[in-house]
């Protein structure tokens, strides 16, 4: 059986001659951390597989959604997996100082410009990658690491359910946040609990769909930023 990392990397050289003269955009990640009163954490982390694929994301063209769509339920497993060691090897979060696992996360393969969910015609794919985890009762603040061999830069989003605003950190591979005060646990309102899950996976989709925006503004506008990266790939 093929491997996903086997059959991309087919189907890249067949599509190189017509991709060349094309500027690829530069892979990012896009992580946000929802905090919630109940003392939980949502992670949504916004991948794009040719992080994963290749030790040089920006050399390949972006994921077309055939690459995914055509993989078999076994391929799609693998291809998980592929994302979640990834993570795993690229991502710390402590909470006041301790170290914490990764939570295991649900993968679900989305557009990548719209966020919508993937149909045959997505000229770019990404991974959607969804965790929740309990915080730790004495916790009182969260900070994600990001690792020294990530191969692209990351925009984290923090915020509180229910509360509009999410303030952009962007992390350089090596580079670890800002510590993110946590709230403390309240008990729900039982009337307000649908109503709340709605509100915080819509600001969720709209906190991820910003950040994409702002790394596309500086990586466009911040030829320092594009040079760093490159720089930092080269190295590895």
Not at 33 to 54: E, G, I, Y
Not at 88 to 112: H, Y
Request: charged share 20%; with cysteine; net charge negative.
């Amino acid at each position: 059986m093929n491997s996903p990392l086997r059959i991309f990397t087919a189907a890249a050289c067949l599509l190189l001659p017509a991709t060349l003269t094309r500027a690829h955009q530069v892979p990012s990640i896009t992580v946000e951390a929802m905090f919630a009163a109940d003392h939980t954490c949502t992670l949504r982390v916004n991948l794009d597989p040719r992080v994963f694929l290749s030790a040089q994301p920006a050399s390949l063209p972006p994921v077309e959604a055939a690459w995914y769509l055509e993989q078999s339920e076994e391929e799609k497993k693998q291809t998980h997996l592929m994302a979640w060691d990834y993570l795993k090897k690229n991502f710390q979060i402590s909470f006041s100082g301790r170290l914490a696992d990764f939570p295991e996360c649900v993968f679900t393969a989305i557009d990548g410009a719209t966020l919508e969910p993937l149909l045959p015609a997505t000229p770019e794919t990404h991974l959607l990658a969804v965790a929740k985890s309990r915080v730790p009762d004495e916790a009182g603040d969260f900070v994600l690491a990001f690792g020294p061999e990530a191969n692209v830069s990351l925009i984290l989003l923090i915020g509180e359910e229910g509360r509009a605003g999410h303030r952009p950190q962007v992390l350089f591979p090596g580079e670890t946040s800002r510590p993110h005060k946590i709230p403390q646990a309240t008990a729900a309102v039982e009337g307000d609990a649908g109503e709340t899950v709605s509100s915080t996976e819509s600001s969720g989709s709209q906190a991820i769909a910003m950040a994409g925006l702002i790394l596309l503004v500086l990586l466009l506008f911040t030829p320092a930023i594009r040079r760093r990266i490159a720089s930092g790939a080269q190295t590895k």
